[in-house]
C-alpha cells in the first residue's frame, strides 16, 4: 500500500465505452497490494490510482466506503471517466459535479444530496482539456451539478459525448488518457460556488477559462427554481474552500435560499490569466 493517500483515484466502469476505452490506453500498471472487491488498485506513472469496477458509475453508490481507509480519510478525489449522453447528442467534453439539487434522482444518487467537490482539480481538467481542443475538435464544458452515485469524498465526472457515432472518437479518448493522471490543483485559484445560468454553465466555463476562478458545485437557474435552503447550505459546505458566490446575472442571488450563505463575488475578483499560445486574456463580467 502507498504511504501516503495520492491526490485522485481514477475509477473506470468496464460497461461504459468511453471509460473502457481510456482505461485500455492505461495498460496494467502495477498493483499497490490493496484491492476493493477483488479488484486491485493500481498506480499509474503520474502517481494517480487506478481502479476498475464492474458497473456503472452512475449507480456505484458509496463505492469510496470500500476503499482502504488511507484513501477514505484522505485528500484523495475520485475522478470517473465516462460517456457523455443528452437529448441533442452534441459532441463535445464536460467536466461536472456529482449530486441531486432537486427533488429527482432518475440517475443515480440521492435526491436533495450533493457529492463533495474538488473545485481545482476541475478547473485542471477543463483548462488541460481546453488546451487539446484543437486536436479533438470538441467543445470543452462544465456541466451544472447532476446525477449520482452518492459518495462522501470529493468526485467528479469527465465526459466525452460523441453524438451519433458508433465508438468514442480516438483523439478525445486519448485526451483523457493524457490529461487525467496528470491532474494538480492549480495555485492561485479563488473558489466559489456558482449559481444561474443553463445546464452547460458557458459563463463559469469561460470564467474558469480566462480567470483564476474554480468552481465546486454548478446550481443551474432550473435548479435554483426548486432549490431550498438546506440544499444551498450543502452546495456552499461541499464546495471545498469556498470563499462565496459567483452568479451568472446578479438577480439569481435574490433567491430567499442562498440568503446568509457566503458573500458575494464578482467575475473580475479573480484575476485574469494567460492561456496557453496568448499572451492575453479577459473575461467581462459583473
Same mark, same amino acid.
Given at each position: 500500500m502507498t504511504a501516503a493517500a495520492p491526490s485522485h483515484l481514477l475509477v473506470v466502469a468496464d460497461t461504459d465505452p468511453v471509460a473502457r476505452a481510456v482505461g485500455e490506453r492505461w495498460g496494467t500498471p502495477p498493483?499497490?497490494?490493496?484491492?476493493?472487491?477483488?479488484?486491485?488498485?493500481?498506480?499509474?506513472p503520474s502517481g494517480a490510482l487506478l481502479l476498475r469496477r464492474p458497473?456503472?458509475?452512475?449507480h456505484d453508490e458509496h463505492v469510496d466506503r470500500l476503499?482502504?481507509?488511507?484513501?477514505?480519510?484522505?485528500?484523495?478525489?475520485?475522478?470517473?471517466?465516462?460517456?457523455?449522453?443528452?437529448?441533442?447528442?452534441?459532441?463535445?467534453?464536460?467536466?461536472?459535479?456529482?449530486?441531486?439539487?432537486?427533488a429527482q434522482a432518475e440517475v443515480g444518487g440521492?435526491?436533495?444530496?450533493?457529492?463533495?467537490?474538488?473545485?481545482?482539480r476541475m478547473a485542471d481538467a477543463l483548462r488541460r482539456l481546453?488546451?487539446?481542443? +484543437?486536436?479533438?475538435?470538441?467543445?470543452?464544458?462544465?456541466?451544472?451539478?447532476?446525477?449520482? $452515485? !452518492? /459518495?462522501?469524498? %470529493?468526485?467528479?465526472?469527465?465526459?466525452?459525448?460523441?453524438?451519433?457515432? +458508433?465508438?468514442?472518437?480516438v483523439e478525445a479518448v486519448r485526451a483523457l488518457a493524457s490529461?487525467? $493522471? !496528470? /491532474?494538480?490543483? %492549480?495555485?492561485?485559484?479563488?473558489?466559489?460556488?456558482?449559481?444561474?445560468?443553463?445546464?452547460?454553465?458557458?459563463?463559469?466555463?469561460?470564467?474558469?477559462?480566462?480567470r483564476r476562478w474554480a468552481f465546486g458545485h454548478i446550481l443551474s437557474r432550473h435548479a435554483l427554481t426548486e432549490l431550498t435552503p438546506e440544499v444551498a447550505r450543502q452546495a456552499y459546505a461541499a464546495t471545498g474552500g469556498a470563499e462565496g458566490i459567483?452568479?451568472?446575472?446578479?438577480?439569481?442571488?435574490g433567491l430567499?435560499?442562498?440568503q446568509g450563505i457566503g458573500p458575494r463575488l464578482k467575475d473580475r475578483e479573480a484575476p485574469v490569466r494567460e492561456r496557453l499560445g496568448s499572451t492575453t486574456a479577459g473575461a467581462s463580467g459583473t
Open positions: 498493483s499497490t497490494g490493496d484491492h476493493v472487491e477483488g479488484a486491485p488498485i493500481r498506480v499509474l458497473g456503472p458509475h452512475i476503499l482502504p481507509e488511507a484513501l477514505r480519510s484522505g485528500s484523495t478525489t475520485l475522478v470517473f471517466p465516462s460517456i457523455h449522453r443528452s437529448e441533442r447528442n452534441v459532441p463535445c467534453l464536460t467536466v461536472h459535479p456529482l449530486g441531486n439539487p432537486g440521492r435526491p436533495r444530496t450533493l457529492v463533495p467537490t474538488d473545485p481545482r481546453d488546451e487539446r481542443a +484543437a486536436d479533438t475538435g470538441l467543445e470543452v464544458t462544465f456541466e451544472a451539478t447532476h446525477h449520482g $452515485p !452518492e /459518495l462522501s469524498i %470529493p468526485a467528479f465526472f469527465v465526459e466525452i459525448g460523441y453524438g451519433e457515432q +458508433a465508438t468514442p472518437p490529461v487525467l $493522471p !496528470e /491532474l494538480r490543483p %492549480p495555485e492561485g485559484d479563488r473558489v466559489a460556488l456558482a449559481v444561474g445560468g443553463g445546464h452547460y454553465a458557458p459563463h463559469f466555463t469561460e470564467l474558469v477559462k480566462e459567483v452568479a451568472a446575472r446578479a438577480e439569481d442571488l430567499p435560499a442562498l
